[in-house]
C-alpha cells in the first residue's frame, strides 16, 4: 500500500490556527495520532479523509484509496436497528447481512442487533459503528475516539476486533487518534504526538 505522505499542512479557522506546518507519514498498518484535546487532531484527520481542506501544505498518496471513518460522534440512524445501521454503507445488504452478524456477534451484540439503536446504551452504539466502518470496502480506516465510552471488560475484545479486521492483511492505513497510550500500545504501530 502506497504511505499518504503530508507535508507542512496547515489549518486555521476564523483567523486561528488549529495546524501549523505538519508534516507526518501514514504507512500500512497502525498509527496512532495523540495530544491534548483541541491541538488538531480530529482536524487532520478530516484533512487526510477529504473532508477538510488545508490552507496549506500538500498530501500524496490518498489517490483512489477507499476510506471508512468513526466519527467521535457515533452518526448512527436512531430509528434503524443496529443491524441495518453496519448494512448502510455496503452496496448489496442480503450479500454482507452475515457478515453484518458476524460483526455485530464479535462486538459483543448479538442479542441486540435488532433492536433500534436509539434503544442502545452509548458503549453499544459505538460498538456498532466500529462494525459499520470494518463493514466497508476500505483502504483507510480513520477512527476518531473509537473507543470512549467502552468500558474496562469490553475494550479489549474490541481493539482486538479492529486489529484482526483492520489489519490482518497487512496493506490496509488505520490511522486512530486516542488520548490512551493504552489504547496505542495495544493497536501497535507508530505513535505521532502533535
Given at each position: 500500500?502506497?504511505p499518504?505522505?503530508?507535508?507542512?499542512?496547515s489549518?486555521a479557522y476564523?483567523?486561528v490556527?488549529?495546524?501549523?506546518?505538519?508534516?507526518?507519514?501514514l504507512?500500512?498498518?497502525?498509527?496512532c495520532l495523540?495530544?491534548?484535546?483541541g491541538?488538531g487532531?480530529?482536524t487532520?484527520?478530516?484533512?487526510v479523509?477529504?473532508?477538510?481542506?488545508p490552507?496549506s501544505?500538500t498530501?500524496?498518496?490518498?489517490?483512489?484509496?477507499k476510506?471508512?471513518?468513526v466519527?467521535?460522534?457515533d452518526?448512527l440512524?436512531?430509528w434503524e436497528?443496529?443491524?441495518?445501521?453496519?448494512?448502510?454503507?455496503?452496496p448489496n445488504?442480503?450479500?454482507?447481512?452475515?457478515?453484518?452478524?458476524s460483526?455485530?456477534?464479535?462486538?459483543g451484540?448479538?442479542?441486540?442487533?435488532h433492536?433500534?439503536?436509539?434503544?442502545l446504551?452509548g458503549?453499544?452504539k459505538?460498538?456498532?459503528?466500529?462494525?459499520?466502518?470494518l463493514?466497508?470496502?476500505?483502504?483507510l480506516?480513520?477512527?476518531?475516539?473509537p473507543?470512549?465510552?467502552?468500558?474496562?471488560?469490553?475494550?479489549?475484545?474490541i481493539?482486538?476486533?479492529?486489529?484482526?479486521?483492520?489489519?490482518?492483511?497487512?496493506?490496509k492505513i488505520l490511522?486512530?487518534i486516542?488520548?490512551?497510550p493504552?489504547?496505542?500500545?495495544?493497536?501497535?504501530?507508530?505513535?505521532?504526538h502533535?
Amino acid at each position: 500500500m502506497t504511505p499518504i505522505v503530508l507535508e507542512n499542512i496547515s489549518k486555521a479557522y476564523g483567523g486561528v490556527g488549529v495546524l501549523e506546518r505538519i508534516s507526518l507519514t501514514l504507512p500500512s498498518g497502525p498509527t496512532c495520532l495523540m495530544g491534548p484535546s483541541g491541538i488538531g487532531k480530529t482536524t487532520l484527520a478530516y484533512i487526510v479523509a477529504g473532508l477538510t481542506a488545508p490552507d496549506s501544505g500538500t498530501m500524496t498518496g490518498r489517490e483512489n484509496k477507499k476510506i471508512s471513518l468513526v466519527f467521535q460522534e457515533d452518526r448512527l440512524l436512531e430509528w434503524e436497528s443496529a443491524l441495518s445501521n453496519v448494512l448502510f454503507v455496503t452496496p448489496n445488504a442480503k450479500k454482507y447481512a452475515e457478515k453484518a452478524k458476524s460483526l455485530l456477534t464479535q462486538a459483543g451484540l448479538a442479542n441486540s442487533m435488532h433492536k433500534k439503536a436509539a434503544e442502545l446504551s452509548g458503549g453499544m452504539k459505538r460498538r456498532v459503528a466500529l462494525c459499520r466502518a470494518l463493514i466497508a470496502n476500505y483502504d483507510l480506516l480513520i477512527l476518531d475516539e473509537p473507543f470512549k465510552g467502552l468500558d474496562e471488560e469490553t475494550k479489549p475484545g474490541i481493539i482486538q476486533m479492529v486489529q484482526q479486521h483492520a489489519l490482518s492483511t497487512g496493506d490496509k492505513i488505520l490511522l486512530c487518534i486516542t488520548h490512551d497510550p493504552g489504547e496505542a500500545d495495544a493497536l501497535g504501530g507508530q505513535r505521532i504526538h502533535l
